[in-house]
C-alpha cells in the first residue's frame, strides 16, 4: 500500500497557491493543493456552504484518481477536512482518509468570532471585490510579523480575487453552521495545530472545539505564528505534515 497522497484545502480568501511554500518543502511527497469552490480559479462558483464544499472536494478527488488520502486543512478548509473525515467514517464513497492535519482550523460547530469583525468584513464585499487597503487589513490582522512582501502580495491578491457570493456565504453561513452532533467522534489519526499569536482559533478554541471530534489527536503550538500558518511559519509546518504524514503511513519504510 502506498503512502497517502496530501491533500491541501485553504482557508478563507486564500487559494491553491497559499500552500506552495509548505509544498516546496515538501516535493518527495505526493500533494494536491485545491481551490475551494468561489476562490482562487475556481472564483466562478460557490456559495460559502460547506455542503458545497465538501461535494466539490470529494468530485475533483474522484476525477483525479486519489484512493488515499491525508487531508491537510487550514482555517475554513480545516472544517471542510473534517465533514470529508466525518463522510469517509460514515462509509461513504471517497478516498481512504488516513488521518487529518488541522491548521488554525475552523470547527464542526459555529466558529467563534466577533461579531462586530464579521459585519465588517462581510461590508467589504458588499458592492464587489474589497479595496486594495481592506485585502491588505485582512491579511495583516492575521499574521503575528509582517510577510515577506511576495507572499503578502499574493495573499492580498487572493482574498480580492474571491467570489463576493463565496466569501459573505462563509462567512454568514457556512462559518456558522452546526455540524458537531453528526461529526461525532473521527477515529483517524490527527494532528491539530495552532498559532500561538492566533486569537479566534488559537490553542484555547483548538482544545475546546476540535479537539474532542479526534480521539486520536495531539495538539501543537506553532510559535511565531498568528493565522496564516502557512505562510508565516513554512519550514516549521513542513516538518511537522511530514511527521505525521510518518504516523499514519501503513508502511513505516515509505
Known sequence: MTRPTLLFLHALGASARSWQPVRDRLADHDGIALDLPGFGAADRMGDGRCETMVAQVVAMLHDRGVTDALLVGHSMGGKIATLIAARAQAGASGPAIRGVVLVAASPPSPEPMDEARRDRMIGWFADGAPTEADAAAFVDANTASPLSEPWRRQAIADVRRSRPEAWRGWL???????????????????????????????????????LPHYPEAVLHNVAGAAHLIPYEQPEALAALIRDHAARCSPDPHQ
Open 172 to 210: 454568514e453561513q457556512g462559518s456558522r453552521e452546526d455540524w458537531g452532533d453528526r461529526v461525532g467522534r473521527i477515529a483517524c489519526p490527527a494532528l491539530i495545530l495552532a498559532g500561538s499569536e492566533d486569537g479566534d482559533l488559537g490553542a484555547e478554541a483548538q482544545r475546546r472545539l476540535n
